[in-house]
T-cell receptor, first 112, second 113 residues
Framework: QKEVEQNSGPLSVPEGAIASLNCTYSDRGSQSFFWYRQYSGKSPELIMFIYSNGDKEDGRFTAQLNKASQYVSLLIRDSQPSDSATYLCAVTNAGNNRKLIWGLGTSLAVNP | KAGVTQTPRYLIKTRGQQVTLSCSPISGHRSVSWYQQTPGQGLQFLFEYFSETQRNKGNFPGRFSGRQFSNSRSEMNVSTLELGDSALYLC????????????FGSGTRLTVV
């Protein structure tokens, strides 16, 4: 079982719709959760981070964390073609030797 | 504030050669991490340096090494290059803790022929 799993996609949504991206993780002691966006040929850029159970909103983006289910999601409201990218989920592992564990990413295509 | 700067942007090397990549973090950021990204494997963690000390290491062979200088700039070295080392090498910096978000550089695209 991979430590951080994401559906590779592609996830295709029409412009203006809500895009829902999901991520599950295996380390129950994980404490920090991040969503990055990576455009083709570019480096990842941080969109959101969340530490506590519940929702965290920032503009059109909402991160949702459920530690009991070991599940973190990213909702993108009013999706735009410019949101078309790969979305990477990253999770810190537990223990003293903490590092970021990355999912392989979900490709999102927003169709005009 | 300047971002994370990686040099060079592109590099073509021959099998068996060695290569050194450079990363200058955001001013004030003391942690620098290095990643290898390939289409099939995604982002693979190489190592992290904090205050000139390697704080964490991924599962790469000893041909991959790095160091960090007192000004937080970091270098990564790959010796005896193999075709499979062709990848995008990304550097990311953060102020200190792993719990903070990373800022990535534009990467170095290494091609081994």
């Amino acid at each position: 079982q991979k430590e951080v799993e994401q559906n590779s996609g592609p996830l295709s949504v029409p412009e203006g719709a809500i895009a829902s991206l999901n991520c599950t993780y295996s380390d129950r002691g994980s404490q920090s959760f991040f969503w990055y966006r990576q455009y083709s040929g570019k480096s990842p850029e941080l969109i959101m981070f969340i530490y506590s159970n519940g929702d965290k909103e920032d503009g059109r983006f909402t991160a949702q964390l459920n530690k009991a289910s070991q599940y973190v999601s990213l909702l993108i409201r009013d999706s735009q073609p410019s949101d078309s990218a790969t979305y990477l989920c990253a999770v810190t592992n537990a223990g003293n030797n903490r590092k970021l564990i990355w999912g392989l990413g979900t490709s999102l295509a927003v169709n005009p | 504030k300047a971002g994370v700067t990686q040099t060079p942007r592109y590099l073509i090397k021959t099998r068996g050669q060695q290569v050194t990549l450079s990363c200058s973090p955001i001013s004030g950021h003391r942690s620098v991490s290095w990643y290898q990204q390939t289409p099939g494997q995604g982002l693979q963690f190489l190592f992290e340096y904090f205050s000139e000390t390697q704080r964490n290491k991924g599962n790469f062979p000893g041909r991959f090494s790095g160091r960090q200088f007192s000004n937080s700039r970091s270098e990564m070295n790959v010796s005896t290059l193999e075709l499979g080392d062709s990848a995008l090498y990304l550097c990311a910096s953060t102020e200190g803790g792993v719990g903070g978000g990373y800022t990535f550089g534009s990467g170095t695209r290494l091609t081994v022929v």
